[in-house]
């Protein structure tokens, strides 16, 4: 599974674009073509930065992905950020979940 972060910092007077710029991205479920989920989240410390996060099946999906119009998009916002986009790219090998947080309590 492959893990993807995009951090966008707008300017303060174009955060409604931006909101708008990421809705649009959404595709419906039958489009999604190797993409698990995807969430639009805003810093509680400033409402300003947004972090996308979008969990793949693949990198080949992934790269699929980062050539398409949709992520085309995506780039073409940057007049709308106070900073440059940050990417990050992050290749899960195991994945736990509850049962590990209950075995690391249990003393």
Known sequence: ??????????????????????????????????????????????????????EWKSRTYLNLHLRSDTFSVLLGIKGLLLKPIEIQIIKVSSVEGLDAVEAARCR
């Open 1 to 54: 599974m492959i893990i993807v972060r995009t951090t966008l910092n707008t300017l303060p007077e174009k955060q409604k674009e931006v909101m708008q710029t990421l809705l649009s991205m959404m595709e419906p479920p039958a489009n999604r073509n190797g993409l698990l989920s995807y969430g639009i989240y805003r810093d509680i410390e400033d409402n300003n930065i947004f972090n996308l996060i979008s």
